[in-house]
């Protein structure tokens, strides 16, 4: 058995080749890394119209973070903010045309990536990586 700290270096090793291997495609397609763009696209492929406040809890950023960002993607053409007429104090966010192709090339990405990540894994091993992680998520969550 592994120590704690050969395990964390791990999680964090996994995650920085993860980022070396993502990086060239999303800047392929012009997006700006470190920003959350390619999750906040892949989100909205799949659930369009829909408030910043819910837009950044799913894709676990403050909304602050995540207003700057779609500031960035607005002015790119990727998405617009629509104000609906009963409520003066949120937006609505909607995907161009453009942000659509690229949200449909980002969700690509993200496909081939778990099918590299998940290689030669059964079943079975996939339900226990996602168990333990599960609970690391816990423990982190719960500490703060």
């Given at each position: 058995?592994?120590?704690?700290a050969?395990?964390?270096?791990?999680?964090v090793a996994?995650?920085?080749?993860?980022?070396?291997?993502l990086?060239?495609?999303?800047?392929?397609?012009?997006?700006?890394?470190?920003?959350?763009?390619?999750?906040?696209?892949n989100?909205?492929?799949k659930?369009?119209?829909?408030?910043?406040?819910e837009?950044?809890?799913?894709?676990?950023?403050?909304?602050?973070?995540?207003?700057?960002?779609?500031?960035?993607?607005e002015?790119?053409?990727?998405?617009?903010?629509?104000?609906?007429?009963?409520?003066?104090?949120?937006?609505?966010?909607?995907?161009?045309?453009?942000?659509?192709e690229?949200?449909q090339?980002?969700?690509?990405?993200?496909?081939?990536?778990?099918?590299?990540?998940?290689?030669?894994?059964?079943?079975?091993?996939?339900?226990?990586?996602?168990?333990?992680?599960?609970?690391?998520?816990?423990?982190?969550?719960?500490?703060?």
């Amino acid at each position: 058995m592994k120590n704690q700290a050969e395990v964390r270096e791990t999680l964090v090793a996994i995650d920085q080749a993860r980022r070396r291997l993502l990086q060239p495609r999303f800047i392929q397609l012009g997006l700006t890394l470190g920003q959350g763009q390619p999750r906040i696209l892949n989100y909205l492929l799949k659930k369009e119209d829909i408030t910043q406040k819910e837009l950044a809890d799913a894709c676990f950023l403050e909304v602050t973070t995540l207003s700057r960002t779609l500031d960035h993607m607005e002015k790119s053409g990727l998405l617009i903010r629509r104000r609906p007429p009963d409520c003066r104090r949120s937006y609505r966010i909607v995907l161009t045309e453009k942000g659509r192709e690229t949200a449909q090339e980002v969700h690509k990405t993200f496909v081939e990536l778990d099918q590299t990540i998940w290689k030669d894994f059964s079943l079975e091993e996939m339900e226990k990586v996602w168990e333990g992680l599960q609970k690391i998520r816990k423990n982190l969550e719960e500490s703060f």
